[in-house]
C-alpha cells in the first residue's frame, strides 16, 4: 500500500461551494442493500451477487464499479450510484492536494464489471490481494447504495479501527479523506 504525506483535509465541499449532493434527500437511491451475507470465491476469483439483491433490485446484467473501500476492503457500486458517487467526487476543488491523492487512492482500484449469465462477478489479482484473504469466503455487507466487500476474519480489525477513528480520526489515511472531503461529521455519543 501507498504512503501519502498528505496535508489534512479542510473540507474542499466548503472550498468549491459545491452542495454536499451525496447526502441529500435529492439524491435517492435506486438499490438499497440491506444486511450481509457469505459468499464462497472460486478458484477464478468469481463469487455469485446474492439472489436477495439481485431480484429485489433487478440486476441481472447489471453493470458494477468497484473501488477500494475503508480498512482492507472493497466497495461495489451499481453503475447508477457510481455515477453519482463520481460527480459529486469530481464537483470539489481537483486543484488541492488532498483531492489528487484521494483520486489515485480511488482509481488505482477501480474496475467496472457486468454480472455475467450466472450471476457472478469476476474480482481482479489486485482486488483480491488488497482484501488480503484469510481463506476463500468473502463477507457483503449492504451498505445501502453499495455493497461492502471484506474477508470476514478481519470484521474484529474493522471494529477496532472504526473505534480509534471516531476517537481520534488525526491520520492522514484514505478513511480521513473520504471522510473530510463528502463532509462526513463525527457522531455525537
Same mark, same amino acid.
Given at each position: 500500500?501507498?504512503?501519502?504525506?498528505?496535508?489534512?483535509?479542510?473540507?474542499?465541499?466548503?472550498?468549491?461551494?459545491?452542495?454536499?449532493?451525496?447526502?441529500?434527500?435529492?439524491?435517492?437511491?435506486?438499490?438499497?442493500?440491506?444486511?450481509?451475507? &457469505? $459468499?464462497? #470465491? @472460486?478458484?477464478?476469483? %468469481?463469487?455469485?451477487?446474492?439472489?436477495?439483491?439481485?431480484?429485489?433490485?433487478? !440486476? =441481472? /446484467?447489471?453493470?458494477?464499479?468497484?473501488?477500494?473501500?475503508?480498512?482492507?476492503?472493497?466497495?461495489?457500486?451499481?453503475?447508477?450510484?457510481?455515477?453519482?458517487?463520481?460527480?459529486?467526487?469530481?464537483?470539489?476543488?481537483?486543484?488541492?492536494?488532498?483531492?489528487?491523492?484521494?483520486e489515485?487512492?480511488?482509481?488505482?482500484?477501480?474496475? &467496472? $464489471?457486468? #454480472? @455475467?449469465?450466472?450471476? %457472478?462477478?469476476?474480482?481482479?489479482?489486485?482486488?483480491?490481494?488488497?482484501?488480503? !484473504? =484469510? /481463506?476463500?469466503?468473502?463477507?457483503?455487507i449492504?451498505?445501502?447504495?453499495?455493497?461492502?466487500?471484506?474477508?470476514?476474519?478481519?470484521?474484529?480489525?474493522?471494529?477496532?479501527?472504526?473505534?480509534?477513528?471516531?476517537?481520534?480520526?488525526?491520520?492522514?489515511?484514505?478513511?480521513?479523506?473520504?471522510?473530510?472531503?463528502?463532509?462526513?461529521?463525527?457522531?455525537?455519543?
Amino acid at each position: 500500500m501507498r504512503d501519502f504525506s498528505i496535508v489534512k483535509v479542510q473540507s474542499l465541499f466548503h472550498q468549491s461551494n459545491v452542495k454536499k449532493q451525496a447526502f441529500t434527500m435529492e439524491n435517492k437511491t435506486e438499490h438499497f442493500f440491506n444486511g450481509n451475507i &457469505d $459468499v464462497a #470465491l @472460486d478458484e477464478k476469483n %468469481r463469487f455469485v451477487f446474492p439472489a436477495k439483491w439481485r431480484k429485489s433490485a433487478e !440486476l =441481472s /446484467g447489471q453493470s458494477f464499479y468497484i473501488t477500494r473501500g475503508w480498512y482492507s476492503s472493497l466497495e461495489l457500486y451499481p453503475e447508477q450510484e457510481w455515477v453519482k458517487f463520481h460527480d459529486t467526487f469530481t464537483s470539489l476543488n481537483q486543484f488541492e492536494p488532498d483531492y489528487l491523492a484521494l483520486e489515485m487512492l480511488i482509481r488505482e482500484y477501480l474496475h &467496472d $464489471v457486468t #454480472l @455475467d449469465k450466472q450471476d %457472478r462477478i469476476m474480482l481482479l489479482p489486485r482486488h483480491v490481494d488488497f482484501l488480503k !484473504l =484469510s /481463506g476463500k469466503t468473502l463477507r457483503l455487507i449492504g451498505r445501502g447504495s453499495k455493497i461492502m466487500i471484506i474477508d470476514p476474519t478481519r470484521m474484529d480489525d474493522l471494529w477496532s479501527n472504526v473505534h480509534k477513528m471516531r476517537e481520534a480520526p488525526q491520520t492522514d489515511s484514505y478513511e480521513e479523506l473520504m471522510t473530510s472531503l463528502l463532509g462526513m461529521k463525527k457522531r455525537d455519543r
